[in-house]
Structures are given as structure tokens and as C-alpha cells.
């Protein structure tokens, strides 16, 4: 029979794969396997109907392997194709999903994408010289189908006598790149089954040898041929919930997510309706060792209709919650879908906007019925929650918001923002928050003194992004965050306020001249509200950076220097303020050493380097001096 030209499009799609630089080669067993699955599916369908088409044998894809003659042989009884359908069907790429392909690739010029597409029939060439499909369909004669690539096909009628398709690949001499024969190979042909076609609705056979004890002959042995079927069929995440033990779970997700741990939890769930999708989900129980790298592949696996389509798709979920693993498997969606497709499909973003919401309500649940799990998922994960309420200009400040904790003053435990809220003190406007590196560092931290003190309850910012979160979200239902360390933390009766300001009148002049000693280090020099024992402290102006920032700044390796503006507290009722008044009458001179003195003390309490150490430790000479004159 004459040879035929394959059809201009189908010629470039050819060449692509016939010339294939890309190294994935063996997602070609994956795309006829799923061939056959629809053909069979095809058969199944039509069989409910028409008497003829039901299968003696049941339906099943096989595979054998002709190692002499380096073919692999792909057979299934589904529905077969006719010679129109040969010509439609192989002969041109006119049908839906190997023609997204092609678009995708004129606009894409980029050979890698190849791998993320379902690139249909033609990828067998990437491992054959030569494709031979022998295939029958109901009542019509057999026809044979024969190409070895660009220079057409040719189709014979034939005397096949069973419906369905059996290809056979004559796969390629090994090169120097390649090593084609590893497709002769059942063991990489049984993992390849199983990494991309375990979850195939129909059995996968192969003929294996197997060595069994001959019969009445103890401890002697002989190789027998056997049929094995060599995927799962059902997976996991298909299977009844119930039927499931916590232990299958585990192993699932150790082996497929590649964790020596089990996970913290487990999400297994199905919906149908305006969107259709199983979904198996994990939260480990530690961080993966990559997780704060680049390196770390966010995203879940995606299946169509049981069929492996690709691992880490990013869309499926929010990257706030890009610490959780899982797969989803939906129908809606086509094998042949890129990345560059998946971002767009409507389909897709609403499966996205679903699972976020049941990870969400899985979170609370936790944080509601089993807190103390919860607080051990924050220790793990609670940054990418905080990330998430920054990223985006707060965008998802309503989302992420009730998860978030923080550690209590009060509660000496890590509480919720809602918490905090209702135990609020009843002329209390602001959440107060104080920043430090440690739990015991910020309790020792001077301007909390007089807050704690009359109750109130101060949240521990431990995290250096917890100044940055709180900024994107500037209030919490309501109440604004106000630090502790920032000048207008308002926690003064009126009768204290009058207080301080006769105080303030009263030292006029002691104030103005502190003022004075230290105009270029701090705004001002006033009395202090906030302290109890401490003599001294230093806070920043509320206008501007707070001075964890500017620590936080100053090691960032950048040039610029950013300075929380301060401001230098006295405590009135410390024996240092009578000094001061002391001095200030009758030692004026001295005055500017004292201010100095206490400026340095103050940065010391706060963490930061004193100005110039040796004048410093001059100065406290000095004093120890005068004091034993
Ligand atoms: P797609 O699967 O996206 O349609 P393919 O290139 O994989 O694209 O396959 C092209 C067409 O060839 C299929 O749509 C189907 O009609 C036909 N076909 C391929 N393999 C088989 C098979 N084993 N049995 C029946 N028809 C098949
Ligand atoms: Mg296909």
C-alpha cells in the first residue's frame, strides 16, 4: 500500500520527538498506557449498550517484551480504531489534546515543556525507529498501521480477529546519550507502571518469571513464567476512608513524599459538585531540611482520572500553606494541561480556593480540639503562616490572622490574637507587644514593668518577622498593635498623668539640660511612665522604626543605616532621679557625664553597642573616684 504523508502539523510535532533532546523519555509508556485505559474505557461505556462489544476476557492492558528483537509490546481489548480512525486519529493531531500541545508550543519555543504535557501517541517515537499498531474495532476487518517516523505511514488491512489496539515499538539502537534497551528491561518497565500508571483503573499485566519449590522436591527450585498484574489499581486516596488504617496512611505518605516521619496530619477528603476532586493531604511533623531554601518544590501532585500528571503543581495551593504535601486527583482537568495552562484553568483555581478553605478548617479544629498539636505545628510552620499575612500587601490578613500565636506575658503559653482580644482590660484600646529574641530576654525588658504590673497582657514578638506582620495588619478586629518599647504606650490614669506633668514642670530645667547633653542621640529626655526598678530606659519615637527593627536592619548587609529615632525615660521614683536632681543643683557641670552615663546604660539594657566603650568605662572611672573622695 502507497505511503502517506503525515499532515504538516503532525510533521513538526514528529520531529520534535524523533529528534528529542529532552531526557525524559519514558513518560511515552505513561501516554499509551493511558491511551489504552481510554480505549478501554471507550469499550466499557459502549458495551452497556451493545451486546457485541462486551469482552470475554476482562478488559486489561498488557505488556510483553520481545528482548531479540528490542520491541515492547503495548496491547489492550479496548475499542479499537478502524482505518478512518488510524488516519484521524494518528495520522494528524487534529484532536484535542496533542493540538493544545502544539499551541502551547508556538508560543512557546521552550523544549521543556515537552515533560509537563500529555504529548500524546507521537512521544513513542522519542525510544522507536519504528511504531507498529495492529487494531480492530467491532465488526470491521484488522488493519495494521506502520511508520518509522517523517516519511509517512503506511496501512494495511489484516487478518486480526480480536478488538482492540496492540502496539509495538522497535525501540531505537542505544546511543551514546541513550540507553534505549533499559525499555527491554521488566524491572524499569514495572516501575515505570507503577511511578506513572499504578492508579489505572484496569490491570497492567506482564508475563515475570518467578522461582517456585518444585512440587514434592524440598529445598529444590525452578523458574516459572507467571502473569503479573503490576499496578495497584485503586489508590489510596480512592479507597473508603474507613477501609483505611492510619498505618496505610503513613507508609503512603513516607513513600511518596519521600519523610522519615510520619505526619502530623492527615486530610482525606472528596467533593463533588461545582468542583470535583479527591484530595489526600499531609501535614508533616517536622521541617523538611529545604523547607526555607529555594530549593524546597512547593505545590501537590496532580491526577487525572487516576493518571499521573505532575508533581509539585504550585497552583493547587495558596504558598502560605506550601508546607503541606498531598496529591490531588480530579477528572476535571485534561492529561494534557501545562503549568503554563494550570495557572489560568478556572477549574483549577477553584479546586485551589477549596483546599485552602478544608486546610483552614483543619487548622482551626486543631487549634480548637487539640491544642497542644497545634502548638507543635506552629513551632514548625507558624513562619509561613506569618510570611503569608505579610506577602501579598496583607491580602490575606483575614485568612491567615486567627491561626497566628503568640507568646502571653500573662498566660506564660502561646495564645491566639482572639484570645488576647477578649481578655482585654476594660479601658484597654491597644494589643501591646514587646520584641526580643528570647522569652526570658523580653520579660526582663524594663518598659514592661509598669504594663505587667497593672495587668496587662504584652505579646512576645520572638520572630524578626513579627514587627513586619503586624505592620501589614495594623489592627486585630479593631485594636491596633501598640509596642511597649514605642513612646505613646497610653497606660496612665488622669491622676497619673497630672502627676508627671507637675513633676515635669517642677525638673524644668534638670529636663531641658539633659535634653540638651544628648540632642544628638536622643529627641528628647522625659519622665518615664512605664518603669518600676529599672532607673532608665529608652523608647522609640512612634513615629519611625522600632529599635528591633533597627537591630534587625543593621544586619542586613546593606549600607544604608536606618535609626529607630529615641527617646530616654528616668524613672522618677528611682534613687537615680534624686541624684540627678542633686547633681543638677549642685555639681551643674557634671550634669552632661551623668546624661551621658545613663544614655549608655539604657543602650546596653536594650541590646545595642554603647557608643564608644572607652569613653565609657572612662566616665564610670571616674565616678567610682569622686564617690571615695
Ligand atoms: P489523546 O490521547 O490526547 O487524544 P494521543 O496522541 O495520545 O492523543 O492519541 C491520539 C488518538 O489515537 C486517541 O485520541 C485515540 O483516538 C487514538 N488511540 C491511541 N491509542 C489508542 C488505543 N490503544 N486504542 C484506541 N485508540 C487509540
Ligand atoms: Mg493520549
Known sequence: MAKKQFKTESKRLLDLMINSIYTNKEIFLRELISNASDALDKRHYLSLTDNTLASEKPLSISISIDKENRILIIEDNGIGMNKKDLEENLGTIA???????????????????????GVGFYSAFMVAQKIVVETKKTDEPGYRWVSSGQDGYTIDETDRQDIGTKISLHL?????????????????????????????????????????????????????????TLNTMVPLWRRNKKDITEEDYNSFYKSQFGDWNNPLEVIHY????????????????????????KDYQAGLQLYSKGVFIMSDAKDMIPPYYNFVKGLIDTDDVSLNISREILQQDSQLQAINKSVSKRIKSTLVNMLVKE??????????FGYALKYGVYSDYGMHKKELQDLLLFYSSKEDKYVTLKEYKERMLENQNEIYYASGTSIEQIKKIPQLEQLVDKGYEVLYFLDNIDEFVIMMMRDYDG??????????????????????????????????????????????????????THPVCLVADDMGISMEMEKYLAQLPTNEEVKATKILEINPDHEIFKVLQKVYETRKDSIDD????????????EGFPVDDPVDFSNKICQLMKEANN
Do not use: C, W
Open 371 to 380: 491544642r497542644e498539636k497545634y502548638e507543635e505545628f506552629f513551632q514548625n
Open 95 to 117: 484532536h484535542s489534546g496533542s493540538m493544545d500541545f502544539k499551541n502551547a508550543l508556538e508560543k512557546n519555543e521552550e523544549i521543556d515543556i515537552i515533560g509537563q504535557f
Open 270 to 293: 472528596s467533593l463533588e459538585g461545582k468542583v470535583n476532586y479527591k484530595a489526600l493531604l499531609y501535614i508533616p511533623s517536622k521541617v523538611p531540611f529545604d523547607f526555607y531554601s
Open 594 to 605: 551623668y546624661a551621658d552615663l545613663l544614655y549608655q546604660q539604657a543602650l546596653l539594657i
Open 479 to 532: 485594636k491596633v498593635f501598640q509596642s511597649a518599647q514605642k513612646a505613646s504606650t497610653d497606660i496612665e490614669s488622669e491622676e497619673e498623668k497630672t502627676e508627671k506633668e507637675k513633676l515635669t514642670q517642677d525638673n524644668k530645667g534638670l529636663f531641658e539640660d539633659l535634653s540638651k547633653a544628648l540632642a544628638d542621640k536622643v529627641k528628647e529626655v522625659r519622665i518615664s511612665s512605664r518603669l518600676k
Open 172 to 228: 531505537r539502537e542505544d546511543s551514546e546519550e541513550t540507553y534505549y534497551s533499559e525499555y527491554l528491561d521488566k524491572y524499569t518497565i514495572e516501575s515505570l507502571v507503577k511511578k506513572y500508571s499504578d492508579y489505572i483503573r484496569y490491570p497492567i499485566t506482564m508475563m515475570v518469571e518467578k522461582s517456585v519449590e518444585v512440587e514434592g522436591k524440598e529445598g529444590e527450585y525452578e523458574t516459572v513464567e507467571e502473569e503479573k
